[in-house]
């Protein structure tokens, strides 16, 4: 964030919001302590500015942290994959879980990605702007939306037909060997 241009804290915050919030979500709890860290590891140098009466430290990388930045960029090893989602937990977790509830469940989840997307597409990054790799994580994330919002409703169509008071998963694990 700032390389590309957001210097302080509030800013970072802000940009996190209309851009990678979608993928790596960071709050300004997360944010700051973050930059204090770069600051003590040498990776960045603060520059304080009083300007509008309130104080606001403006960060810059330092060599040591443009090369730590370009070695991270180009390292593929570690690449983690970190999802936290509570409806696949639930249905996880879900062996009791009847057709009723899995219905409400699906239903919530697949509005849910549908509601994420909307927000998404709100926050639309110009593809023919300065940062085209602002659009490329941009449109990745709406895919994957998209799809889970249709894996969702692929699921609610196999418990279409069935008693909501049944168990919902024997039904949809012996739906879901037959899916390629």
Do not use: C
């Amino acid at each position: 964030m700032i390389e590309a241009g957001h210097r302080t804290g509030y800013a970072i915050a802000q940009a996190v919001a209309r851009s990678t919030a979608h993928f790596w979500p960071a709050g300004q709890n997360a944010i700051y302590p973050e930059l204090k860290r770069l600051l003590d590891d040498g990776l960045l140098t603060a520059t304080p500015d009083a300007t509008g009466g309130r104080r606001r430290d403006h960060h810059a990388l330092t060599g040591t942290g443009l090369a730590v930045l370009e070695k991270w960029r180009s390292d593929t090893q570690d690449l983690r994959i970190e999802q936290r989602d509570e409806a696949l937990l639930k249905l996880h977790f879900g062996d009791a879980m009847t057709v009723g509830q899995a219905r409400a469940l699906l239903e919530a989840a697949m509005q849910h990605r549908l509601n994420r997307l909307a927000q998404l597409r709100e926050i639309r990054p110009d593809p023919e702007g300065d940062r085209p790799a602002a659009f490329v994580t941009w449109r990745t994330g709406e895919a994957s939306l998209l799809h889970a919002a249709n894996w969702y409703q692929r699921l609610l169509e196999h418990l279409a037909d069935q008693p909501p008071h049944a168990l919902a998963m024997p039904v949809l694990s012996a739906a879901l060997q037959e899916v390629s």
